[in-house]
């Protein structure tokens, strides 16, 4: 029979691994960036989930590690920006990477009309794109439309008519848009996972892309695929555990049916878990989450935290906040207290002025209370703000 786990240490347990119980100084940056990556959107977001791990976080901080080549922002998980350690960035790139045709279709959802109009696979088109974008990419960098502007156009000469007739024509994706330049924009998320492209740093509201191997001033080394997509997993459940296959398929972008290339090479480090229903745990972890404690203290957690980017929500919040935590568009901030989430936050700036509204589940304590309004007023210097007010009120 399953051996039952109880959900206090199971959060606990989660808690721990994704850096929230302790937080250590700014030379433990890396480590609580390869936990399970940092994920930057919306862009700044990132800087307030290493300040609620890390302590003494600043933008320079973080930028420092960028510049220095020890820490990289690439889109990873699902499409999104993450910072991760570079040492172990093909854990968050090839490590995320589906296998298969159909998986990395689904992964890039959108494509399909396009590459199918022009008669090619998508990992054709990727092969295409691939080597037009180390063309023009070159000794570069520049912002997604730029790229796929000047991609798109290197491409279109080497198409048949009837493909450049499809790949100039205006897309259902954005108003003047062509299909050959939105289909660049899709495929840029595989060069990502290939560790062909990478962020430089952000300059205003300007993203760009530059070459993986330009960026770092080396060749990208090989990866072994089955390897990384095994430690991904290690570390997914380590974070996220016990879980199921299609938690982790959420997670990571793809469909239930298409993890098999992740779980199936990890199976004998598993053992099932009785944890409201059929779960899987590292059996290495399962000392750890028998004797998990809630850790005291508070976090201000940025929208779409990693934390909050499980999909058993009823474990870490009742169902009952579900709606005003994770939204269809404006998530807010999250509220730790001695482990539990006790409500939400949002920030406003203005000027120099910051706004930070906390608003709880239900009457903080008075220890809570103070402990929660002296986190929000520490997060001022990351807005760059002079000076901070901070609002409590219940829902």
Excluded at 36 to 45: E, K
Excluded at 116 to 136: F, Q
Excluded at 188 to 210: H, I, K, S
Excluded at 292 to 314: E, F, H, K, N, S
Aim: with cysteine; hydrophobic share 40%; charged share 25%.
């Amino acid at each position: 029979m399953a051996e039952r786990i109880e959900r206090e240490n199971v959060v606990a347990f989660r808690l721990a691994s994704h850096h929230l119980d302790v937080r250590p100084g700014e030379r433990d940056l890396l480590t609580a960036a390869g936990r399970c990556g940092i994920q930057n959107t919306p862009p700044g977001s990132a800087l307030l989930a290493f300040h609620a791990r890390v302590e003494g976080v600043s933008a320079d901080v973080v930028a420092g590690a960028v510049e220095d080549r020890t820490m990289l922002l690439t889109w990873s998980l699902r499409g999104a920006p993450y910072y991760v350690p570079t040492a172990e960035a093909e854990v968050y790139t090839t490590g995320v990477l589906p296998v298969t045709e159909e998986a990395r279709r689904h992964f890039v959802l959108g494509v399909e009309q396009a590459v199918d109009r022009l008669g090619l696979s998508l990992t054709e088109t990727v092969d295409i794109v691939t080597t037009a974008t180390r063309e023009v990419l070159s000794g570069r960098q520049l912002a997604i439309d730029e790229l796929g502007a000047e991609v798109a156009a290197r491409i279109a000469p080497e198409l048949t008519a009837q493909q450049r007739g499809v790949w100039n024509e205006e897309g259902p994706y954005a108003v003047g848009q062509p299909i050959g330049e939105a289909v660049v924009h899709f495929c840029v998320r595989l060069l990502a996972l290939q560790r062909t492209v990478c962020f430089a740093p952000r300059t205003g509201n300007r993203a760009p892309f530059v070459l993986t191997e330009d960026w770092l001033g080396r060749p990208v080394a090989e990866a072994d695929p089955v390897a990384c997509r095994r430690e991904l997993l290690r570390r997914y459940l380590r974070c996220y555990g016990p879980s199921t296959r299609s938690d982790f398929a959420t997670w990571l972008g793809v469909r239930a049916g298409d993890v098999d290339p992740w779980w199936s090479h990890l199976e004998h480090e598993l053992v099932e878990v009785d944890f409201g229903g059929r779960t899987w745990a590292l059996a290495g972890d399962l000392d750890a989450l028998r004797t998990a404690t809630m850790p005291i203290g508070v976090r201000l957690l940025p929208p779409r935290d990693a934390y909050t980017q499980l999909r058993d929500r009823d474990t870490i919040v009742d169902k009952a906040h579900h709606r005003d935590i994770w939204r269809t568009t404006g998530d807010p901030g999250t509220m730790l207290a001695d482990g539990e989430i006790v409500g939400t936050w949002r920030a406003r700036k203005s000027g120099r002025k910051l706004r930070v509204e906390l608003q709880a589940f239900e009457a903080l304590s008075r220890r809570h209370q103070e402990a929660l309004v002296a986190e929000a007023e520490s997060i001022a210097p990351l807005r760059d703000a002079s000076s901070v007010s901070v609002d409590v009120t219940t829902y």
